[in-house]
């Protein structure tokens, strides 16, 4: 679903309740982006900033239409949400991420989606900005979060939300432009977040940020005894050291 700027405010206090009972068959986001020139958007949108919901409901369809009705309440401008094969949903992104293009993300969690946080995050917009730069509250919790924290490497399976900027541009002389602006809205953020990172989306230097102490620890334990030489170190890297 799709809102113009105008109903961003009513969106975002409905996808609020949505996503505070939510079940788990229910993943969402929340995303600024530029409406693309497409022909199912409607024309008055082309080109402009706009408030978006992707939307995954793995369950009986009637049922999520019916977990879905209050945020379709709030007017959206465009609907695409319907039965479609998951292959369909996880394509549908593809074309607003084309290869080739200079990049610069981030992935911070957030303690919650409170008031607060949402009024900051109504107060962003990619107005000015490259047409496929983003920017993304993702839900989590559900199934990933009843994990116990110790049982897997992953870290930051308590964080309700994901903090996503993705700034996508093709010219060099915009790198400034774009990285200001994505640490700018991270810093805005900085006070509804859990300190954790998603590494998927962050760069080497914030490899330490996804990690607890103890878990931390362990994986250099690890790396000193299955790779002393850091030959496995084109990722995000625990160094052995």
């Known amino acids: ?17 949505l996503v505070d009972a939510a079940p788990d068959e229910l993943s969402t986001g929340a995303v600024h982006l530029t409406a693309p020139a497409a022909p199912f958007v409607p024309e008055d949108l082309h080109g402009k900033p706009a408030l978006g919901f992707p939307i995954s409901y ?3 369809p009637a049922e999520g239409e019916k977990v879905l009705q209050g945020l379709r309440d709030a007017g959206p401008a465009l609907d695409l949400v319907g039965p479609m094969p998951y292959r369909a949903f996880q394509g549908m992104l593809d074309p607003m991420n084309p290869p080739g293009l200079r990049n610069y993300v981030r992935g911070e969690y957030l303690t919650a989606l409170t008031a607060e946080a949402i009024e900051t995050f109504l107060g962003f917009s990619t107005e000015g900005l490259h047409p496929l730069t983003v920017l993304i509250l993702f839900q989590h919790g559900g199934a990933v979060s009843r994990v116990p924290d110790d049982a897997t490497a992953l870290g930051g399976r308590e964080a309700a939300f994901m903090f996503h ?19 700018g809205a991270s810093a805005a953020m900085e006070p509804y977040k859990t300190g954790g990172v998603y590494l ?7 490899v330490r940020a996804g990690y607890s102490e103890e878990k931390y620890r362990r994986l250099v334990e690890l790396k000193r005894k299955y790779d002393p030489d850091n030959v496995f170190r084109f990722n995000q890297n625990i160094r052995p050291e």
């Open 165 to 183: 900027p993705i700034c996508n541009w093709d010219d060099p002389a915009d790198d400034d432009k774009h990285i200001a602006w994505s640490r």
């Open 1 to 17: 679903m799709v809102f113009e700027p105008s109903r961003a405010a009513d969106a975002m206090a409905a996808y609020r309740e």
């Open 200 to 206: 998927n989306f962050m760069t080497d230097e914030a």
């Open 58 to 60: 793995c369950g009986d």
